[in-house]
């Protein structure tokens, strides 16, 4: 049987080839030309303001190979190491898993310079473990250069990765597994007949969204790389924005990276096999597999370790800002309340626009067959490749003729936040919606379907939880931004993360560090409320 066993979908269903209703396709069309605008639109922009021509350096081909690799690492250890993790958490049930999941969007949704003191506490030069290592008269480790911008990167997307492939798992029908456990299959026979199938066509978008991710890592880059030998491109283009206002040459950057970005994901997407889903009545799945003390202990150890991997670097976090919350001084409480105010107003703001770009996009790639749906939703993930300081100035250049940029922080903070975490979305609905049509969209053709009727039928069952996870990402996210707001907002109105900036820039570290915690408390509380009002 494991030599033979065949997916149990029969054969990988078709694309659906119904016609691309109008309005699916006026709304994928109109986020494909916003996706553009903030894209290609921005780079051309600065270009265009820019007073000279430019050219790359050899350092800055040297920075695009560093840039092209280290992502590349970076995805695939994050997905193979979440792969056993979210086969554990798809076949056990055990009191705290709902915890574990939680965990799983923690790291992701971290602002980047907290979750940095998180991971350097634990495996810095005087973290935890090298302290543990020198008391057994080991060499200390030393985690600059490449090694600690891949300890970094795994960090804050393995989460990512789990749960993208733990939503495949879900949306596996109940009757396959049951049609697998009548027939007997376990172990490689399972995972060539079901697993595999269903997860053929997460994989590679989980592989094309972190690879983006990390291609454009500034932070991690900047306190980790250890030297020039570790630039990435986004380091080379805030040099040349911030520093030497070299416009043409960030603008020659930002299309590099765009075009860097944009062949990672072409070729990851690539890899996506068909559709194999089998219509089914969408019931919780029993999985009757992994009953064997060798699989059990497997899974357990692959959910300690994810866990300790995890929880480490937050505890620490934790336990820095425990001790500066004490620090804080009243008038600053009222700092901290008016400026967590800010932050939620535009963390909402972000999440509502985020999903109402991303679904008609979704909609719209899953409704195309074949290489067309897989490239409309590779422009999705355009805006990962979009440098903020780019579209910082370009920004700027266009509104500065026409209105005080400062005056519309928070409206362009919301904004540029929603499309930045677009992608996440795209990534998260395009499969739901892809088996929805698959499973059930002839019949609704056939029935006449369209509206509000067609979306209650075909798709809300399926699209609640993956909308409460991408509306709990763009909100953290977007919470703990301290981009577009740094470069507009006064200091006198900051959201969190600015004032967490402010505070630590004026030396009260402290102050800082009970800032950064309370941060942490509304990124990841935004994403709990959200993620489970989608799975209620």
Not at 199 to 228: E, K, N, Q
Not at 320 to 345: D, F, M, Y
Not at 500 to 511: F, G, P
């Amino acid at each position: 049987m494991a030599r033979g066993a065949q997916p149990l979908s029969g054969a990988a269903l078709p694309a659906p080839d119904a016609p691309l209703r109008p309005a699916v396709a006026l709304a994928g069309w109109a986020a494909l030309a916003l996706i553009a605008a903030f894209s290609l639109g921005a780079a051309a922009l600065v270009a265009a303001a820019a007073d000279r021509a430019g050219a790359l350096s050899a350092a800055d081909w040297r920075a695009a190979r560093f840039t092209v690799t280290q992502a590349a690492l970076s995805a695939a250890l994050s997905v193979a190491f979440a792969l056993p993790v979210a086969r554990a958490l798809s076949r056990r049930r055990f009191p705290g898993r709902a915890a574990m999941v939680g965990l799983m969007g923690a790291p992701f949704l971290l602002p980047v310079v907290v979750a940095i003191l998180g991971v350097t506490a634990v495996w810095g030069r005087a973290g935890w473990v090298s302290d543990g290592l020198a008391a057994l008269g080991l060499p200390r480790l030393d985690i600059y250069g490449m090694p600690g911008v891949l300890l970094a990167h795994v960090f804050f997307n393995l989460p990512l990765a789990a749960r993208l492939l733990l939503q495949a798992y879900a949306e596996i029908p109940a009757e396959r597994w049951r049609a697998a456990a009548q027939l007997g299959l376990e172990g490689r026979a399972l995972w060539r007949a079901v697993e595999w199938p269903a997860l053929r066509g997460a994989a590679p978008g989980a592989l094309a969204a972190i690879f983006a991710v990390c291609a454009t890592s500034f932070a991690v880059a900047l306190t980790l790389g250890g030297g020039p030998r570790a630039t990435t491109l986004e380091l080379a283009i805030y040099e040349a924005a911030a520093y030497s206002f070299d416009l043409s040459r960030a603008a020659l950057l930002a299309l590099l990276q765009l075009a860097v970005c944009a062949g990672g994901a072409l070729a990851a997407l690539a890899l996506a096999g068909p559709l194999a889903a089998a219509p089914g009545l969408s019931r919780e799945a029993v999985r009757w597999d992994g009953g064997g003390r060798g699989a059990r202990a497997l899974d357990a150890a692959a959910l300690t370790l994810a866990a300790l991997f995890l929880g480490a670097p937050l505890a620490a976090v934790a336990l820095k800002g425990l001790a500066g919350l004490g620090a804080v001084a009243p008038a600053t409480w009222a700092s901290i309340g008016e400026a967590a105010a800010r932050s939620l107003v535009v963390a909402v703001a972000s999440a509502a626009m985020a999903l109402a770009l991303a679904l008609p996009l979704s909609a719209f790639a899953a409704a195309l067959s074949g290489a067309r749906g897989r490239l409309a939703e590779a422009a999705g993930l355009a805006p990962l490749a979009v440098s903020p300081f780019v579209l910082g100035v370009a920004l700027f250049v266009a509104l500065r003729p026409i209105a005080d940029p400062a005056a519309l922080a928070l409206p362009l903070t919301a904004l540029v936040n929603a499309v930045m975490a677009a992608p996440y979305a795209v990534r998260m609905l395009t499969p739901p919606l892809r088996a929805a049509l698959a499973d059930h969209g002839r019949l609704a053709d056939s029935l006449g379907l369209g509206g509000r009727t067609r979306a209650r039928a075909l798709y809300l069952a399926r699209l609640r939880g993956p909308l409460g996870f991408s509306a709990g990402v763009a909100a953290a996210l977007s919470a703990g931004d301290l981009g577009v707001i740094a470069l507009f907002s006064a200091p006198e109105a900051p959201t969190l993360p600015l004032l967490m900036h402010l505070l630590a820039t004026s030396r009260q570290l402290d102050a800082a560090a009970g800032a950064a915690l309370l941060l942490l408390g509304l990124s990841f509380g935004l994403f709990v409320v959200f993620d489970r009002l989608g799975r209620a």
